[in-house]
């Protein structure tokens, strides 16, 4: 007789209804590879009516409460998509707790609470799946997890939110200002109505604390991440990127250095020749640099309802497959069985990059002299600089901008306090890194 899987399925919005899709149209498919029954079983949310599309008349089980479907006994998955700290936790840990595998979406809640609820799922003996977290529709956590295994990961590049990239990206393309594309981009439905966690980097941070905690097997909390957003970046910037080669991408870098990582998230400006500098809109890249497999680029959408809902029913076929061969947890939860000792996280201050900066300056004489001995005083090398004629940016002054040779982001941060402490600056002073060379 045929092996059965039953899911349950909880919040039916985006991504509830991409994974619904996913399961119920290629039905066949799934059972033609896996040869296992995989029905969908139940599906929960508080708005949801039974009459609402054909998916849902098809189902067994459509409720208002979700704890129908995670204390029934014939489900085997429950299927996180509402979101969120408060209820999705609740959720995980109750469908834990009633001994069921977990898949989710949800990165804020793995980056926040993933130090409680990774440990509750290893004792209770059941998987989590959580591929569609980072990347949506890209395979990355298995890869890393499982086909990269030899490796030591030693570096990740990527570009892991699609509302900021398409910010970005048609900042450069139009040369519009932050908040106007913003708007647009929240009218066309690219940008959440609350774009807070795309646009200052903290989306991108939680996707980073999981990629970097699989990468260096070692739980990277979020709070451990360096994030800085993009609303300060300004047209001039990204015009002046473009005359030194450049493009600024909101980029989430980890990098390995013996026992010491880095985890840090910031516009950069990366060359036009760099690849990352060629993943635009709302499309997602990671690239990896791993000991022995060396560079990998991998590159999809990272949201929407039909590749998000096709990563979240990976992870079910991946677990349907382990229940219908009596196997479970097979691979651990972050893709290690020990913890890596002695890691240490790079405070930004101690982490070294090039840096363009941007200065707001009053068009006097001697004003480019001050600053030189500020950067010499701080030990910074210019490799560049340019002047620009005043500009609507800020009217009475003009910009001067610096290429910086590699120095520690302290020197940097103590050169910026000083020269913004100068008379002659009529704005805050503008850093970015670069990288990429
Ligand atoms: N808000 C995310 C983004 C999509 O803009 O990329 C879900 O991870």
Do not use: W
């Not at 793995?110 to 980072?134: H, N, Q, R, W």
């Not at 451990?224 to 980029?251: H, Q, R, T, Y």
């Not at 809902?309 to 076929?317: F, H, K, N, P, S």
């Not at 090398?381 to 040779?405: D, I, K, N």
């Amino acid at each position: 007789m045929d092996k059965v899987v039953n899911v349950g399925i909880i919040g039916y919005g985006v991504v509830g209804k991409g994974t619904v899709a996913a399961l119920m149209d290629n039905y066949e498919t799934v059972k033609r590879k896996t040869g296992i029954d995989i029905v969908v079983k139940g599906v929960a949310d508080i708005t949801i009516d039974k009459k609402q599309d054909e998916y849902l008349s098809k189902i067994d089980i459509v409720t208002k409460d979700a704890m129908d479907l995670i204390t029934n006994k014939d489900i085997h998955i429950i299927v996180e998509l509402v979101g969120g700290y408060t209820f999705a936790k609740d959720f995980v840990i109750k469908a834990l707790e009633n001994k069921k595998h977990v898949v989710t979406a949800n990165k804020a809640l793995l980056a926040t609470y993933g130090k409680e609820i990774f440990p509750l799922a290893k004792k209770m003996g059941v998987d989590i799946g959580f591929e569609a977290s980072v990347g949506g529709g890209i395979p990355i956590i298995r890869v890393m997890k499982e086909d990269l295994a030899v490796n030591n990961i030693l570096e990740i590049y990527s570009i892991i939110n699609g509302t900021a990239n398409y910010i970005l990206t048609k900042m450069t393309e139009e040369g519009k200002e932050f908040a106007d594309v913003l708007k647009d981009a929240q009218k066309q439905g690219y940008a959440e109505a609350d774009p807070t966690f795309d646009i200052e980097g903290i989306d991108s941070a939680h996707k980073l604390s999981i990629l970097s905690s699989i990468a260096f097997s070692t739980m990277v909390d979020m709070d451990k991440v360096f994030v800085e957003g993009i609303s300060n970046i300004k047209p001039i910037d990204i015009a002046i990127a473009k005359e030194f080669g450049c493009v600024i991408k909101l980029l989430a870098i980890a990098k390995r250095h013996g026992n010491d990582i880095e985890v840090r998230v910031h516009p950069t400006m990366i060359p036009f020749t760099n690849t990352l500098a060629q993943v635009n809109g709302v499309f997602n890249a990671v690239y990896l640099k791993s000991d022995r497999t060396g560079p990998t680029l991998h590159y999809g959408q990272g949201a929407g309802s039909v590749p998000t809902g096709a990563a979240v029913a990976g992870d079910i076929i991946n677990i349907a497959r382990n229940i219908a061969s009596n196997i479970n947890v097979r691979v651990p939860v972050l893709g290690y069985e020990k913890q890596e000792e002695n890691i240490n996280i790079i405070d930004i201050k101690d982490i070294h990059s090039s840096f363009y900066m941007r200065l707001m300056v009053e068009d006097t004489p001697g004003v480019l002299a001050q600053v030189g001995l500020i950067l010499a005083n701080n030990g910074i090398s210019v490799s560049s600089a340019l002047q620009r004629e005043s500009s609507v940016e800020c009217s009475g002054c003009v910009p001067l901008v610096f290429m910086t040779h590699e120095v520690v982001g302290s020197q940097i941060i103590n050169a910026v306090k000083e020269i913004d402490a100068k008379p002659f600056i009529k704005e805050k002073t503008v850093i970015i890194r670069v990288e990429g060379n």
